[in-house]
């Protein structure tokens, strides 16, 4: 079974800036490059889950993510890098959309996008690691272990200072 490294988007990534969804509002986070060689240095595969509430708010499409995801997998193609999959939840309770409007088991923390991941790639969970910025990125599956980055988000609910720390983990 394969192990994969798991890592929100915004804020691990990119930068974190309000509902990202063009590639011109896209800033990579410093290192975020350099960990994910290591990574595939180390044999995990790369997955990215993110909760993508833009949608159920109205700011942007289903298709707008996919679009911009193609084009960052692009970015790290440049790099060297193979992204295996971006997964994304483009639901929330408070959603003006009233399609994407509801409680999921894909939205983080719940652990439906990893889940979906291990049945896509056979990933093992216990040799895998999960990186994120906000508390809610500690995913709620037993065996896995999620790394918080400080962050806006994290006030003292984190683990590392930033992705450098991430690396000596793997």
Not at 59 to 68: A, C, M, P
Not at 142 to 159: P, Q
Request: include cysteine.
């Amino acid at each position: 079974m394969k192990k994969a490294l798991f890592l929100d988007r915004d804020g691990v990534i990119n930068e974190d800036r309000a509902y990202p969804w063009k590639p011109e509002q896209i800033v990579f986070v410093d290192g975020i490059f350099s960990l994910c060689r290591k990574a595939l240095d180390k044999g995990y595969i790369l997955v990215v889950v993110t909760n993508q509430a833009g949608v159920a708010r109205g700011y942007f499409t289903e298709n707008d993510v996919k679009k911009l995801h193609e084009w960052m997998s692009g970015k790290f193609m440049e790099q060297g890098i193979e992204i295996s999959a971006f997964y994304y939840c483009p639901y929330h309770p408070k959603g003006v959309t009233e399609q994407y409007r509801k409680d999921s088991d894909c939205r983080k923390p719940a652990p439906g996008m990893v889940l979906k991941a291990v049945e896509d790639f056979g990933i093992d969970i216990s040799r895998s690691l999960m990186v994120g910025d906000k508390p809610s990125d500690r995913i709620k599956l037993e065996g896995l272990k999620s790394v918080i980055i400080k962050s806006n988000y994290t006030g003292e609910d984190y683990d590392v200072e930033s992705l450098l720390d991430i690396e000596s983990l793997l």
